[in-house]
């Protein structure tokens, strides 16, 4: 079985790294290779790394044709993902639609026995509560989105489950929260993402370091690796979309009274921010890791507590570039 991984940033270096420890050899497509960032994450001699564009179907077609990929994990993304995508709309459309229809199109041609997509939890807290329909927070809710990113997440994830009505494809999606972790490069994931980045280096460099007045939930990117990789991996599968989550929401003080206990000297700063622009006014509500549980085994392994302790003693050794 050869994985094949599209994006090396944040989430696709840790999945390589599952798929390393699982003595297999994956192939990393990667638009902009960061050979420095990822090899702090994972050993490069021990993956196949291919600079190559998603919406290059020809790229996608010689990749999976020269290294006799069978199964597909798709990461790639923009920078900024939601703000990003606000700001610039047609490359996260083109990437986001458009390289995810080049990822099921190869698929289904060259019959990969599986395609897992990267998909969010935008799509329970970027709706618009006039015309949604759905319960909040499954799996099944019907969303209408509010912001260019989460249409494009939906809209991505509804090819793939047509897909795999009409063609057959064994497509899955997982559905993550706002994800961090270690990580040296560009990139890196959406705005809250960089805010804990900017928030735990800071920390130990003794800057003031601004947290955000906001309850929120994240997932550790070792976890949503690990969910990623059991979602690719897994037999007699139910369901095709899955959350995958810390399955907790922690509060301000909780993240300062966290992080203070693994940078005692952190000098930290309350933001108070409005609320949320996207988030249509809903209370935040953790999302359901049920499904995931059952199916594929799933048990996030990073609360907020030991996620941060991990974190930072892996800052601690691979200080970033000033
Ligand atoms: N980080 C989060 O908070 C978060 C939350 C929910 C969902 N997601 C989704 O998870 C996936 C991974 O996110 P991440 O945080 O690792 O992002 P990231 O920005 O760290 O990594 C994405 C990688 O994709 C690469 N890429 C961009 N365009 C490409 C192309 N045309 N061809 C090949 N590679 C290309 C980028 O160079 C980058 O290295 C994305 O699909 C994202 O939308 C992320």
Same mark, same amino acid.
């Given at each position: 079985m050869t994985v094949l991984i599209i994006g090396s940033g944040l989430v696709g270096t840790q999945i390589a790294r599952l798929e390393v420890e699982r003595e297999e050899?994956?192939?990393?497509m990667e638009l902009q290779p960061q050979r420095d960032a990822m090899a702090q994450l994972v050993d490069l001699d021990r993956i196949e790394l291919v600079q190559g564009d998603v919406l290059d179907p020809f790229a996608l077609a010689r990749a999976i044709q020269e290294?006799? %990929?069978t199964r597909i994990v798709h990461t790639a993304a923009n920078p900024l993902l939601t703000a990003g995508a606000q700001r610039d709309p047609l490359p996260a459309i083109r990437l986001n639609v458009m390289g995810t229809t080049h %990822? =099921?199109?190869?698929?289904?041609?060259?019959?990969?026995?599986?395609?897992v997509f990267c998909s969010s939890s935008v799509l329970y807290s970027s709706m618009n509560p006039a015309v949604d329909s759905g319960t909040a927070y499954t799996e099944e809710a019907l969303p209408r989105p509010s912001t260019i990113y989460a249409t494009t997440k939906l809209a991505a994830e509804n090819l793939g489950l047509n897909y795999a009505r009409w063609y057959g494809l064994d497509f899955v999606? %997982?559905?993550?929260?706002?994800v961090y972790g270690p990580w040296n490069g560009r990139g890196g994931g959406g705005e809250p993402s960089q805010l804990m980045r900017q928030l735990v280096e800071k920390a130990l460099k003794g800057e003031e370091a601004v947290y955000r007045d906001r309850p929120?939930?994240? %997932?550790?990117?070792?976890?949503?690796?690990l969910g990623?990789? =059991?979602?690719?991996?897994a037999t007699g599968l139910k369901s095709r979309v899955f959350n995958i989550t810390s399955g907790a929401i922690f509060q301000p003080d909780q993240l300062v009274r966290e992080l203070k206990r693994v940078v005692p000297n952190a000098r930290l700063k309350r933001e108070e921010v409005p609320p949320d622009w996207m988030a249509a006014g809903r209370p935040p509500q953790p999302m359901d890791l049920t499904r995931a549980r059952a199916e594929l085994g799933y048990e996030p392994q990073f609360p907020l507590p030991k996620a941060l302790a991990d974190y930072v003693a892996w800052i601690r050794q691979h200080p970033p570039a000033p």
């Open positions: 050899r994956p192939v990393v290294y006799n %990929v %990822v =099921l199109e190869a698929a289904r041609i060259f019959k990969m026995e599986r395609v999606a %997982v559905r993550y929260s706002a929120s939930e994240m %997932v550790y990117s070792k976890d949503a690796a990623t990789a =059991l979602a690719c991996h």
